[in-house]
């Protein structure tokens, strides 16, 4: 046994002709073993490559979805990337296999796409989270639950005390006396309490100089300085004040010039 290691040992050190096509098929094996490692790790990375272009597409077809809702413009904000359909018959006879410098490059351009999709998606999280709380805050909600139409509109009207041809600076919206007053918008209650003509009122301050004012009520309940939620109850339907019979007038202000609140109000639903 030690003779033959010896042997072996002398033969492969003095390159014996007996011995190279032993070793030269060695090598061979083993360069076989290394190719094959390496081709299949290159493609597991080939792979993980094309997950991440479908996760990139995806993130694209979100984006889109989403700048829509948030109302941006495409030339302004695109997604361009488009979104395809993969499939096809097996070209292994047209295949290629991936360099280590191909997926290198290809790696770092997907790095690049998505760093861009996720600044993208980031300012797309914060203008759609600006855009629901700007939706909270604005007037558009009935004061008047269940209710969608006004006995008497904002514009030129008869006055129904004098007779004369006078301009009505809000809405009135018929309800029994007692009903909630809700809202129309979140802010800042800046009055509340009894005005000569609007009768128990309250006015809340939106911000952006936008204020609602809510007449003839019954009862007060926010008081100054109250932040409030858009629906919150505010005060009770009354007769209070320059009244016919019991109703809510609402009015919608924007640096102290009355707006038609038609404008403002969404549809109930």
Do not use: C
Not at 72 to 95: I, T
Request: aromatic fraction near 8%.
């Amino acid at each position: 046994m030690v003779l033959n290691y010896f042997s072996l040992r002398y033969a492969v050190a003095n390159d014996h002709p007996l011995v190279q096509p032993l070793v030269a098929a060695l090598k061979a094996e083993e360069s076989q073993r290394v190719h094959a490692y390496v081709r299949d790790g290159l493609r597991t990375m080939a792979g993980k490559m094309g997950e991440l272009q479908a996760r990139l597409a995806r993130l694209d077809a979100l984006g889109s979805r989403l700048s829509k809702s948030a109302g941006l413009k495409g030339e302004e904000f695109a997604f361009d990337v488009p979104v395809p359909g993969r499939g096809g018959a097996d070209a292994h006879a047209s295949s290629r296999e991936w360099s280590l410098r191909q997926i290198g490059a290809e790696l770092d351009s997907l790095t690049g796409h998505l760093e861009d999709r996720s600044d993208k998606l980031r300012f797309l999280e914060s203008a759609i989270a600006e855009q629901s709380a700007q939706a909270l805050i604005t007037p558009g909600k009935s004061p008047i639950r269940g209710v969608a139409y006004s006995s008497s509109s904002y514009g030129w009207r008869v006055d129904p005390f004098t007779g004369l041809n006078t301009f009505h600076e809000g809405i009135d919206f018929p309800a029994h006396s007692g009903e909630p007053i809700l809202a129309a918008g979140g802010g800042v209650v800046v009055y509340a309490d009894r005005h000569p003509q609007y009768g128990s009122m309250v006015e809340i301050d939106h911000g952006n100089d936008l204020v609602t004012r809510y007449a003839h009520a019954s009862k007060l309940i926010a008081k100054v300085g109250d932040v409030v939620l858009q629906g919150s109850k505010i005060a009770e339907v009354g007769n209070t004040g320059r009244s016919t019979g019991p109703h809510l007038h609402f009015e919608v202000r924007h640096r102290g010039v009355a707006q038609n609140p038609a404008r403002f109000l969404r549809p109930p639903g």
